[in-house]
């Protein structure tokens, strides 16, 4: 498995200097991306057009200098791992030592082995399409339940934001009336957001109603295409998908330009994201989880395109748990079940599974937009 990774990613990246040894072209959206880009979307890490260029790193380490590092800088300072100082002084294109750092950290959070270099699995884990909240977290999870695992994984934002519930403890959300996607049935959206809020409210003692007035809703949710007035402009097919806002702001963004998927047998581009496994990722960021380092967690920051990723893992449950406390129906020993039975090839969390639960699902987004709070 690896061995074919790594040769795949050998032959994209000789590809990309045979064929596109400058900037490559802007990707197109939708089904034309397949015959268009073929390479680029069957290379794991099939992204957009600026993050495809970062294949030009390869192999770099300290001391080495590659002309246009520096936007590979700025990729880090945008996602938490170089401080706006830190880029202020160095936004040169040489690898140097707070780089290398930045690499580590990086490397540490995505659950990659740690060389400080850009490895072809560190380029690759750079290039995935992500979630657009920063990976820069207020510190980790670690409290309660630590007999069943000793090292956690989930964050939180800076000051463990959550909202305050009375009770019931119920949240409101709303769909943009005016800022949709024309290709997907309301109801297919609806439905997929619905199984998304039922994964969370099946391990937390709150509920999510969908209202219809928008500007009242406590999440409000709306599709969204290039700079639309947050600060943090999309930057169209893949790259980042999508982003939210941690409570209790309830601003929730999905980038327009991406090709959202509700059923992978009819939808057939090569680049279509599941909008239920973002969906479910970006609720995640809106009740007040960051990014966690383990991979198969949908707190994970990134995607790949045709994935789906949206059934809980415990990482998640108990990171989302310590912040509101459990469902009283919920039982944590079912999901530590079928985690077990799934690490093993079974099949998967119907422990944690509320109703007709989704076969399809998946991790995205949010983005702490932390200056905003
Ligand atoms: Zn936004
Ligand atoms: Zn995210």
Redesign the pocket.
């Known amino acids: 498995m690896h061995a074919l990774f790594f040769s795949s990613f050998i032959w994209f990246f000789s590809w990309t200097l045979l064929i596109r040894p400058c900037f490559p072209a802007r990707i197109l959206a939708g089904d034309s991306l397949g015959a268009v880009q073929p390479v680029t979307i069957e290379y794991e890490g099939a992204s957009n057009e600026t993050w495809q260029g970062f294949t030009r790193f390869l192999d770099a380490g300290v001391g080495d200098h590659v002309a246009g590092m520096s936007e590979l800088k700025r990729y880090f300072s945008r996602f938490g791992y170089l401080s706006p100082l830190a880029e202020a002084t160095s936004l040169t294109d040489v690898f140097d030592g707070s780089f290398q750092s930045a690499v580590v950290k990086f490397q540490t959070k995505m659950g990659l082995p740690v060389t400080g270099r850009l490895d072809a699995g560190t380029i690759s884990a750079i290039m995935a399409p992500r979630c ?1 909240v920063s990976d820069e977290d207020g510190h980790g999870g670690g409290g309660g339940h630590q007999s069943l695992k000793a090292v956690r994984h989930y964050a939180y934002f800076y000051g463990r934001p959550r909202w305050g519930l009375g009770s019931p403890s119920t949240l409101t959300y709303a769909f943009s009336p005016d800022h949709t996607v024309n290709y997907l049935e309301p109801d297919d959206v609806r439905a997929a957001f619905q199984r998304a809020f039922s994964r969370w409210s099946a391990v937390i003692p709150v509920s999510f109603e969908e209202v219809e007035e928008y500007g009242t809703a406590d999440i409000r949710i709306g599709f ?1 295409r290039g700079n ?7 930057d169209g097919v893949l790259g980042v998908l999508a ?1 939210a ?1 941690s409570p209790e702001n309830g ?1 929730f ?1 999905l980038d327009a330009a991406e090709r959202w998927s509700v059923d992978f047998r009819k939808e057939k581009s090569k680049a279509a994201v599941d909008l239920e496994s973002v969906a479910t990722h970006e609720i995640g960021h809106v009740l007040g989880l960051a990014h966690s380092s383990v991979k198969e967690a949908v707190m994970y920051p990134s995607l790949r395109p045709r994935t789906t990723k949206a059934e809980l893992k415990i990482d998640d449950v108990e990171g989302v748990q310590a912040l509101y406390g459990s469902n009283p129906k919920f039982k944590l020993s079912s999901l530590l079940e079928s985690e077990n039975s799934s690490n093993h090839g079974g099949a998967g969390l119907q422990g944690i599974r509320s109703s007709p639960a989704a076969a399809c699902s998946a991790a995205f987004v949010v ?1 702490a ?1 932390l200056s905003c709070l």
């Open positions: 657009g969204y639309h007035g947050d600060g943090e402009p999309f982003h806002f601003r963004h983005f937009l």
